[in-house]
């Protein structure tokens, strides 16, 4: 006996039937649209974005097929005919107003409905190619050797517009195809299956041609997306590198600026240095070393907020900021890193390696509003901490200023300070 249960929406609504309708269309269209493979999400955001997002090919398109009825409607005066002009009209006026919508949506920042224009280009070609094959019943040549000529312009026009979606494509130019083939392979009109053999044929090349254009496409896309990693991460540990560090500060700082309530947007930088770090390197080699680097930012990593921003700046060098963060739990949060590096890291050696790590803090924009002043601050107070003894966190002040200057360093860093 099989059970059947009704879904129940949170709220303890029952799904609706037109509900479940928009459901399983949202479903079969992200299939349709998606790339055959696995994907990362950003590049098959990009490919997705390069289908819906050319104005210009889909203008020619909308005028092309437009043309194409109002011929039929001058040349045959039937009721299908003007019928399929007014259709091309309105849904080609339909998509490019949903393009439109998606463009602003994703111009703005925002996720775009790609449901809509993905929906709209379906319908379009549903009516291109019932006007087609109402073209091969009228029995006319002209008219059907236009829109042969029409199908075949619009079929490779998707597998250019639509290579970054091959799925779609292929979708479409069935679509294109398929009325038009069978019309003419069943009419009695001579010769005409002819071209009831070749569009399919024809289609099947493009097919081919534009599914070597996706595997270029998707190449020159995960090219681009690894150069970009490695512009702006660390090769070693894979944390953000300098580049990135400064580019987030930025957006920290640029947030602070513009921000009513400056207190609600301010933040706080962490400057991390290791201690012994050198006499790894020197006892075990730099293959250890780069071990305990890697083992290390995992450390980081999983001692910080999922919103915090953990970069390697220097060779044993870390910077961390941490936005909209309280004195307290960013004590919290420096304790915690001490208490985990301090553990021992096993890097394949009889013995396990034990280091420390010094921080020092700063707070925007209680310590300065700019990149040089914060990370100048932060530095200062890393710097008390490895006189102190290392192993320490000490928050920029008046105190951490005066401990320098006492100890006669004028703000400069410890003459041992990069001796780890």
């Excluded at 009209?89 to 393009?99: E, K, P, T, Y």
């Excluded at 929906?119 to 050797?145: K, N």
């Excluded at 987030?248 to 301010?266: H, P, T």
């Excluded at 310590?367 to 710097?383: C, F, H, N, P, Q």
Aim: glycine share 8%; proline share 5%; net charge neutral.
């Amino acid at each position: 006996m099989t059970i059947e249960f009704e879904p129940i929406l949170p709220d303890g609504r029952r799904v609706q039937p037109g509900f479940r309708l928009i459901q399983a269309m949202d479903v079969a269209i992200n299939w349709i649209v998606s790339s055959p493979g696995a994907r990362p999400a950003d590049v098959q955001r990009v490919l997705l974005l390069q289908s819906l997002t050319k104005a210009r090919t889909l203008v020619i398109s909308i005028v092309a097929s437009s043309l194409m009825a109002a011929v039929a409607a001058v040349m045959t005066a039937a009721t299908w005919a003007y019928a399929w002009l007014l259709a091309e009209l309105v849904v080609g006026s339909l998509r490019l107003v949903a393009m439109n919508s998606f463009v602003k949506a994703e111009s703005s920042g925002r996720t775009g409905n790609s449901l809509a224009p993905i929906f709209a280009g379906l319908i379009s070609f549903i009516i291109i190619s019932a006007g087609g094959y109402q073209c091969v019943g009228s029995g006319q040549w002209p008219l059907i050797t236009m829109a042969g000529m029409g199908l075949a312009t619009l079929i490779g026009a998707v597998s250019s517009r639509n290579a970054g979606t091959p799925r779609y494509a292929v979708l479409l130019i069935f679509i294109l195809t398929l009325p038009f083939s069978l019309a003419a392979l069943t009419s009695p009109m001579p010769y005409l299956f002819i071209i009831g053999v070749q569009l399919p044929l024809y289609a099947c090349g493009v097919i081919f041609v534009m599914l070597d254009n996706y595997k270029v496409l998707l190449s020159l896309y995960r090219s681009e997306d690894e150069n970009r990693r490695l512009a702006n991460h660390d090769l070693l540990t894979g944390l953000p590198n300098r580049s990135l560090n400064l580019k987030r500060f930025d957006e920290l700082l640029a947030d602070l600026a513009s921000a009513s309530d400056r207190s609600s947007k301010g933040f706080t930088v962490f400057c991390l240095d290791l201690d012994g770090f050198k006499d790894v390197n020197d006892r075990l080699g730099h293959a250890a070393g780069d071990a305990v680097l890697v083992a290390l930012a995992d450390r980081l990593r999983e001692s910080v907020r999922v919103l915090d921003f953990v970069a390697r700046t220097g060779g044993d060098e870390f910077v961390i900021l941490l936005p909209a963060i309280s004195v307290a739990d960013a004590t919290a949060i420096a304790e915690r890193i001490i208490a985990r590096v301090e553990m021992p890291f096993d890097v394949g050696h009889c013995e396990a390696v034990q280091i420390g790590i010094s921080i020092g803090s700063a707070s925007a924009p209680a310590d300065g509003e700019s990149v040089d002043a914060l990370m100048r601050s932060a530095d200062l107070a890393m710097y008390v901490a490895k006189r102190r003894g290392k192993g320490r966190f000490v928050p920029h002040g008046p105190r951490s200023s005066h401990f320098l200057r006492v100890e006669g360093a004028e703000l400069a860093p410890p003459a041992n300070a990069d001796a780890g």
